[in-house]
């Protein structure tokens, strides 16, 4: 299906980064709807520029998207990958039970609590060429880093024993799909609704660290712009667009 719909793929045994292999690839003059995945992958990064390590066994992968309607609704886009990959790990052999996957605003997916994969966007405007956004995605599959400022987790340490060939083949197939559903950002009320529904901390108290400053008060929603709503104590609401997230009755933010 994702072959059908205009999707190619490049593999790396170890790269740097596939993301920016990704906007190399654009800077050449690809097309888009390019898959690049590696094996091992050891200059890689996530959110504020913070290493993400893939060791031999995790996925490492990045979609080149090169669309003329992307613009101001591309960050929508995180969330129908988040939805995605959550499905694509629901669709592999895994024990008995069904997997407790939790999405967590803006783009992780959490395992009881503990970080099992992360999504980054990266746009960079390319001259002559439609909008460029770039979607990392890391999976920790076999091991979970260990020197990281929060919980994390690996799928095997969860009980599903895939590999992240077969992962990847499950989420290029899911977001076929779901790209399908958000359609340009027409059909992200759509997307909007499914994510909120497998969503950690709705309803629950949140501090969300945004720039210096830490905002506090009830994860009330996300809103049409994929936007936080945080609910203070006085009833007023604020809109996030980006911040570290930290859930519970804690005043601060993780760094």
Not at 26 to 36: E, T
Not at 49 to 68: D, H, I, K, V
Not at 99 to 126: F, Q, R, T
Not at 224 to 244: C, P
């Amino acid at each position: 299906m994702a072959r059908a719909a205009g999707y190619r793929l490049v593999t790396h045994e170890e790269i740097g980064s596939t993301s920016n292999e990704a906007f190399a690839w654009a800077r050449l003059g690809d097309p888009g709807r390019l898959w690049v995945v590696a094996r091992s992958q050891v200059q890689g990064h996530g959110r504020r520029g913070r290493a993400w390590q893939t060791p031999f066994g995790n996925l490492a992968a990045s979609l080149l998207m090169l669309e003329a309607d992307l613009g101001s609704v591309a960050a929508t886009l995180g969330f129908a990958v988040g939805l995605a990959l959550d499905s694509a790990i629901r669709a592999v052999p895994h024990g008995e039970g069904k997997p407790s996957i939790k999405l967590k605003w803006p783009n992780d997916l959490l395992w009881n609590g503990a970080k099992v994969a992360g999504i980054l966007l990266e746009a960079v405007p390319l001259v002559g060429s439609p909008n460029c956004v770039v979607i990392g995605i890391g999976v920790n599959v076999r091991e979970a880093p260990k020197d990281v400022p929060y919980p994390a987790t690996s799928l095997a340490a969860c009980g599903i024993n895939t590999t992240a060939e077969a992962l990847f083949e499950a989420l290029a197939e899911a977001w076929v799909e779901l790209v399908a559903v958000w359609d340009g950002g027409r059909g992200f009320a759509t997307i909007r609704d499914r994510w909120l529904a497998n969503a950690v901390g709705i309803g629950g108290p949140i501090s969300v660290k945004v720039g210096e400053e830490i905002v506090s008060g009830t994860f009330e929603t996300i809103d049409l712009e994929g936007r936080l709503i945080v609910r203070s104590d006085d009833g007023t609401s604020r809109q996030i667009s980006a911040g570290d997230v930290h859930f519970g009755a804690a005043g601060t933010a993780r760094p």
